[in-house]
């Protein structure tokens, strides 16, 4: 895409620093001198991160690849996806980089779509763009039946844990942050592996980031995914489970005490107390053959009622958390 292609979209909003392209590079030594040459010439650096790719990507680019932009970083043991940024996203921010954008090797992503994925950054709009693969409904039919559905359960404990309630495709890599946010990161803590994307959305929540979808079309082409699903079900359960902890205990609990903390507490204790109870006398009632008195029934049922209305009542005041300034702006 020409400069003028992306002055037509961006607004000629120029960014206050370089924009700096991100690729972790393992097993795509077919597609990375492809992608590298797609990159719009307003990218203004473009860093290559073998993590130990057993294929050799870093020296095909060395070997292959004359833009002059371009610089390969290595690491000697393969240490995943999120290690990779973290490694790249330290050399943006040390580069001085407003902007680092994270593109994979494999080819999947447009380079025509940066610009959009830009827009929202330079207007000051948001601290954090990622790609939404869920927009168009004609893209969506063209999906893999079994990745939509994915996305779809991935998506959902995303919401939850991340605290972003209106963002979807978690596990999209397309991505751009604002140096104000890339800077307070604590990137050394960050998922090293499949869960860096969703983990990353965590972690933004948790410095007050804002977060914008775009939207966007994604290329599934000959290139092979190394994920394994079964592989990742259970660390990505483990790390939704600990990442809605430890976001309920720093927004609701360290930070802030609100009403919606009451109504966690209150909830929480109503409907843990309502299972006991009526599970316990439950259990009496079929172990002896007499029936429960109908004060016992309506108590545990009133308990389990109440504690489900607050805990829907916390969900809603969740969902409905103020929208934030972003981080440039503060």
Sequence with gaps: MLRED?????????????????????????????????IPDFVDRILVVDDACPEG???????KCPDPRV?????????GVGAAMATGYREALACGASIAIKIDGDGQMDPAQLPHLLAPLLRGEADYTKGNRFFDLAVVERMPARRL???????????????????????????????????????????????????????????GAVVEDVPMEARYGEESSNLRISRVVGPFLFGHLRNIGKRIFYNYFL???????????AGVALLLFGT???????????????????????????SLLAGLQLLLA?????????????????
């Design 149 to 207: 559905f994915g996305n779809a359960v991935l998506s959902f404990m995303n919401k939850a844990s991340s605290g972003y309630w209106a963002v979807f495709d978690p596990t999209n890599g397309y991505t751009a942050i604002h140096a104000a946010a890339l800077r307070r990161l604590p990137l050394g803590k960050l998922s090293r592996r499949y869960f860096f994307e969703t983990d990353m959305l965590f972690r933004l929540n948790t410095i």
């Design 71 to 79: 610089r390969v970083l290595r690491h000697a043991s393969n240490a």
């Design 6 to 38: 992306a002055d037509s979209i961006l607004g000629g909003i120029a960014p206050q620093g370089l924009i700096v392209a991100v690729i972790p590079c393992y097993r795509v030594r077919r597609q990375i001198l492809d992608v590298i040459a797609g």
């Design 314 to 330: 916390f969900l809603s005041y969740d969902m409905a958390a103020p929208v934030r300034r972003p981080l440039q702006k503060r």
């Design 276 to 302: 006991v109870f009526g599970g316990y006398h439950w259990w009496q009632s079929l172990r002896t053959g007499i029936a429960n008195p109908v004060g016992t029934v309506i108590l545990s049922a009133l």
């Design 255 to 265: 930070r802030d005490f609100s009403v919606a903390s009451v109504q966690l507490i």
């Design 57 to 63: 990507s870093g020296a095909e680019v060395e070997d």
